[in-house]
Every structure is written in C-alpha cells, then in structure tokens.
C-alpha cells in the first residue's frame, strides 16, 4: 500500500477521518467551509452544537 494521498484525502491535503471535522485544523475549516458553502464561524457553531460528524453538521447547517 502506497502512502500517498489520493481522492479526497488530496483535495483536503491531508489524511483524517473522512466522517469527522476536525475544527482546530484551518485547512479542514476552509474546505468545510467551502464544501458546505457556510462561513467558519457557521461551521464551528455547527460543530459546537451537533459535533465533529460531517453528517451531523451538513443536516444542522441544512446541505447535503
């Protein structure tokens, strides 16, 4: 198995687990931020309130 990234892992320029948002990590706030088309500070309210599952926080945020 090779170590390097590939897919989404890419896009977001590291490997973490895809399920969760890790708030303290400035990269993974812009690409949620981005991805869910909501501001940072939307998304860490989010986080705060449902936490860190991507799930969670797309259905409190309201995207899919």
Do not use: H, K, Q
């Not at 990590?25 to 501001?39: G, H, I, K, P, Q």
């Amino acid at each position: 198995m090779s170590d390097e990234l590939t897919g989404e892992e890419r896009i977001r320029g590291r490997s973490s687990d895809p399920n969760r948002i890790d708030i303290d990590d400035f990269d993974e706030v812009v690409y949620w931020s981005r991805s869910l088309r909501a501001t940072p500070e939307e998304l860490r309210l989010a986080v705060a309130t449902v936490g860190p599952f991507v799930e969670r926080v797309c259905e409190f945020i309201g995207r899919s």
